[in-house]
């Protein structure tokens, strides 16, 4: 089983994501992009630098058989970032949410304060708010289950 535990900058993901890989016995996966972008020491990141993210994203999906997997950010994150960084999304990409989808997402809401770092950029309300209505709107459209997470 994926879960994919998707949402908005600094809404709780990589927290919830652990918390419940450890309470249930499953394979946490790590959000890729963090690691890159912090080791790269800026949030900017050109078409073709997001599309070795998405790669190794793909990558650790292939990876996930059999057991219990918990994805901090998977690929419907990136085809978001793709479409506001860049107005476009590569095919291969739209082909790759559909040949490994999630079972089920938990949808972070922004309803905690944004906390800066350098990993992090979008941290008005308004593009919060945005970017969640368009995970909502990718995960509804691909059928697969999910919750709303609300911290407050």
Request: proline share 4%.
């Amino acid at each position: 089983m994926r879960i994919g535990i998707i949402g908005p900058e600094s809404t709780g993901k990589s927290t919830l994501a652990q918390a419940i890989a450890t309470r249930l016995g499953g394979k946490f996966v790590q959000e890729y992009a963090r690691t890159f972008v912090e080791q790269k020491g800026t949030t900017e990141v050109s078409w073709d630098e997001l599309c070795r993210i998405a790669q190794k994203q793909i990558d650790e999906l292939a990876e996930a058989a059999e057991g219990l997997w918990i994805f901090d950010t998977e690929l419907i994150i990136t085809k978001v970032w793709f479409d506001y960084a860049f107005h476009s999304v590569p095919e291969w990409l739209e082909t790759a949410i559909r040949t490994y989808p999630m079972d089920l997402y938990l949808l972070c809401l922004p309803d905690i304060p944004w906390q800066a770092d350098a990993a992090r950029s979008n941290g008005s309300d308004a593009i919060r708010q945005e970017l969640f209505n368009r995970y909502e709107k990718e995960i509804r459209e691909l059928g697969i289950p999910y919750y709303i997470i609300r911290h407050s």
